[in-house]
Every structure is written in C-alpha cells, then in structure tokens.
C-alpha cells in the first residue's frame, strides 16, 4: 500500500471522553499534516510536522488536541474530553519536501467522529 | 474576511460546456496556488497546481494565476458528468502549510 492510511475510518464517542486517531503517511514523505473538516466547509488547518518535529500548531487549536509524531513516521492526533462541536472528519495529509517539494498534499481517506 | 475566498455556488452547467470556479485570498506572500477535486464522501484529491503569473493547462483543465489581483481560477473545458464534484482552491505560502477555502461545489448535467 502506497497511500496515507487512517484508522479508525469511523469513531463515535460520548461527550467527555477521550479519542485518538492514526495516521500512516506514504513512507518517503517526511511532512504529515493534520486537518479537520466539516459539511459544507473546507479543510481547517489543524498541526502539521516535519519529521518528528512539530513545526505550526492553529492557533485557534484547543489545548484538548495534541499531536505527536514521535518517530518521524506514523503520527496520532488525541482529543481530550470531546464535545459534540468536535463532531467532523479528520483528514491527515503528507508531502515531500526539498527539491522534490511541489507543494501537493496526499490525503488519506479521513477518519469521522461523532460525538453524541 | 477569510484567507481563502472561494464562489460559493453551487455552479451547475450542461455537459460539454466551460466551468469557471474563481478564487481569491488575502496573503500576498503566498507562493504555491493548488486546485483539489473532492467527491462526496471522498478525501480532496489534487488536480491542478500553478506557481507563477500566467496559464497553465492540462488536458482539459487550465489555471489562471494573477499575483497582483491575488486571483486564481480553474476552467474546465467539454465539463462531463465525472467532473461534478466540489473544488477547493488552495494556497501555500513558503512556511509550508495549505490553507483551503470553503469549496465550490459544480453540477454537470447531461
């Protein structure tokens, strides 16, 4: 497999609790990017890293999220006591950098959380 | 006022004819200016990308980019019905994140 894999596809949690999603980047890409979405709406920038480092965090990010990337490969998103506005598909995305950085992202399939 | 303005439709033309979906956004140092194709259901999917002033065309695709109207936009030729979809305009500035408009969502009737 040579895309973006995100698991789990779909999550649905109640209020309060606590949900965490993975994403495995195409393997030679060393920047991984997360984004939130919702219906009618593009993707919102979330966090993004290159390598193990986390270089830009939204500022309009909750200090519920938090991301890691701790190995410079697959990477997790965590979100702490959820609230229904948290309700959206989560979409992570990576890219080469250097020379051969033409700036295009390649999504994974997203992973969709309901929160009840 | 967004960073990322998009048309936000919903654009509907009849098979065969040309689809026009602007863009506009507000960050003049913006270097890297993409297209994305998103079905429904689906994750955004790269269509275009253009990166100076001018056209540039694919198949049946071409970009428009002018810098100094800060304005980007996609003409789709001979539109089918695979092309219904929305398409989210993007912009890049040299930090390295994207950020995305809202999308215009594109009908294509037989």
């Known amino acids: 497999d040579t895309g973006v894999s995100q698991d789990p596809r779909h999550k649905i949690t109640k209020r309060g609790q606590n949900v965490t999603f993975r994403c495995d980047p195409i393997?030679?890409?060393?920047?991984l990017y997360w984004y939130r979405q919702t219906l009618g709406q593009g993707p919102e920038f979330l966090t993004y890293f290159q390598n193990e480092a986390q270089l830009e965090k939204s500022r309009l990010l909750s200090d519920r999220f938090s991301a890691e990337r701790p190995k410079g490969s697959f990477s997790t998103l965590e979100i702490q006591r959820t609230e229904q506005g948290d309700s959206a598909m989560y979409l992570c995305?990576?890219?080469?950098?250097?020379?051969?950085?033409?700036?295009?992202?390649?999504f994974g399939e997203g992973s969709r959380l309901t929160v009840l | 006022q967004k960073e990322v303005e998009q048309n936000s439709g919903p654009l509907s033309v009849p098979e065969g004819a040309i689809a026009s979906l602007n863009c506009t956004y507000s960050?003049?140092?913006?270097?890297?200016f993409f297209w994305y194709r998103q079905y429904s259901g689906k994750s955004p999917e790269l269509i275009m990308s253009?990166?100076?002033?001018g056209d540039k065309e694919d198949g049946r695709f071409t970009a428009q980019l002018n810098k100094a109207s800060q304005y980007v936009s996609l003409l789709i030729r001979d539109s089918q019905p695979s092309d219904s979809a929305t398409y989210l305009c993007?912009?890049?500035?040299?930090?390295?994140?994207?950020?995305f408009g809202d999308g215009t969502t594109l009908t294509v009737k037989p």
């Open positions: 993007a912009v890049r500035t040299n930090a390295g994140k994207s950020t």
């Open positions: 960050d003049r140092v913006s270097q890297s």
């Open positions: 393997s030679e890409h060393n920047r």
């Open positions: 995305a990576s890219s080469l950098t250097g020379t051969r950085n033409t700036g295009e992202l390649f």
């Open positions: 253009i990166y100076s002033n």
